[in-house]
């Protein structure tokens, strides 16, 4: 119960369309689900409705996170408390360098995670330390952290600063949103293995995608399968292999809804 | 400064016999009293610019008193003016090459490194190099740069611009900047001069301050550079005042003058009180080769009117036109830029970026003009406008006005307010609003906040911009 999310019959819509139709999904802490689904089926809806974008609106449903309903908390409450997405089209910040944006933000983390002893702002050489260690996890030159945020950033450097982030926040709960798409293959790896280095039993992750490939790297114990706003058939690893196989109107003709 | 200075004063009011009054006090030579008559004539001929006047129909003039001013008061003699904390401490800086402070209207203090003051650097208020260096000061002073007997707008014909917005037939019969620049021109007082010899580089920055609190007071500071062939230098310019209930009247001018080859970094700085109307007429003339990086920062005054105009008159210059500038409260901006390719083969490349909140109000308008004969320019210029409140408004108008026909020329104009999906990518890391719209905010400025060379100074405007911010 406490080191859950739960989502529970999710609706959303976006400017008044119904794109969720009803998302039931448990994910807990040390597990990796995978989702997948054609184009247009709703997976970056659920990913940015779970990060609190405010184009998202929920209709019906709950999403509960530790026990506790997360639909009233603004993106940065949840992000504060734990829940961390990497975005499918990260933002480029022009003027905000890479180091100044991620300080930033793991102060506002620890400042609101309180009482757990961390909860005052890092110093400039322990965050220097903690930001180079884990840019070399993921192959990143020092010269990024002066760098402005995805400010003419490659596709493949925007995702591996995305893990960056993931990594330096430390979160307890990942959303990874097609973080594979416009990868080459040696960034695919680099980035697959950040992710590894970081799941471990503290850590939920759910990682969306429209292609097997990075499945091949990052080996998540359950799969599902998003067709038209809803979790058609779900499984174990051997589903990612059917779906190579057969394709996602197999799913279509014979999928089935599996709680 | 004359030895009385301190116990005569001015009459209120703007009038032949203050003009007079003033020459005497500064005891100064024929040729400066005749130049004051002389602008002052023209003061009295030309009319405040109409409500429809095309450069000024975005600023009104009707809640200007000028009245009540008073055109001259000398910093006291033999004591140490009152400055702000935040302008001793950047006096003070040690990485700058030589710091010039002005408070009210005449120089306070000096200071010059031994380096450039033995290779023939002048660097001194204007009254000064009045005296000391008249045949220095007497070719250009007002003669070619900021004049108040051409009217340089006037003429313009700017075309129809992409987004159709002109409304067309140029800026008619246009006052421009003259009015106001004549009376600069009747009663400047104070300023800087700085003087750079042929071949001299000097490395490090300069900088002046100008403070003025007495009560009425009207500021008439006057910026004059030459920076002779070969010289290179670079002065940074700071301007505020103190807070006061009555509405005071500053009109400054500044004028660049850089021959073949000469390099200038010019930083202009207002932080000026919320009671001050500003005008300024800010004018550089670029020789051959010559290369200038010129910079005008906005944060500031009740009303600041700019005209800032950069002749490119020699093949080969090269100008960068930087400017920020953020507005809140009722404050009100109107700019003018001119980029004005006189020659060919030279390059101007402008960039202004406002931020807007409260009920504040900008207007950049901004106009190249390439002339028949400037074949192969190269003209840039973009100007974008954050709007941090609905109440917040700018207006930005490109004017394109290109009668050569191998010129190379683009234009850009943003106005909004955040990109709310930048908000919502700095939130999901747990930044809230305020701190993430701050955040893009300083990112905003900072490329231009990164030209400027002193960090002292650099430290003082992002606080500046913070509190603007309001945290």
Redesign the interface.
Known sequence: MSDELVIRNLHVQVEGKEILNGIDLTIRKGEIHAIMGPNGSGKSTLANTL?????YQITKGDILYKGESILEW???V???KGIF?A?QY??A????TVA??LR??LN??RK?TGSNGSSKAISIPEFRKLMLQKMQLLKLDQSFATR?LNDGFSGGEKKRVEIL?MAV?NPEFAVLDETDSGLDIDALRIVSEGVNALAGPNLGVLLITHYQRILNYIKPQFIHVMVGGRLALSGGPELALQLEEKGYDWVKENGHVVK | MANNAATLELETGFSKNAIDALSQLKNEPDWVHARRLEAWHLYEETPLPAPNDELWRRTSLADLKLDAAIAFVPAMNGTTPSLPEKFQQIANDANAGGVLVQYNSTGAYARLADQPSKRGVIFCDLDAAIREHPDLVKPYFMTQAVTYSENRYASAKPSTTKSGKHEGGGYGNTIGDMKFAALHGAFFSGGTFLYVPRGVVIDLPLQSLTYFDAPNLAMFTHTLIVVEEGAAVTLIENYASKENQAQRFSNGAVELILKPGASLRYFHLQDLARNVWHFTSQTALMDKDASLTWLTGTLGSAVTKAFLDCKLQGAGANAALLGFFFGDGKQHFDQHTFQNHIAGHATSDLLYKGALKDNAYSVFRGLIRVNPDAQRSDAYQANRNILLSQHAHADSIPELEIEANDVRCTHGATVGPI????M??????????V??ER??V??????LMQKIPLESIREELTQAIQTKIGM
Not at chain 1, 51 to 55: E, N, Q, S, V
Not at chain 1, 93 to 96: C, D, F, L
């Open positions: 990060a609190g974008h405010p184009k603004g993106a940065d949840r992000a504060q997405l975005f990260p933002m910040i022009p003027g905000v100044n944006f930033t933000a506002a983390r609101a402005y982030q926040l | 990109d709310p999906e930048q919502f990518y700095l939130m999901a890391r747990g930044i809230p609003k701190a993430a955040l893009i300083e990112g905003f400025f900072d490329p």
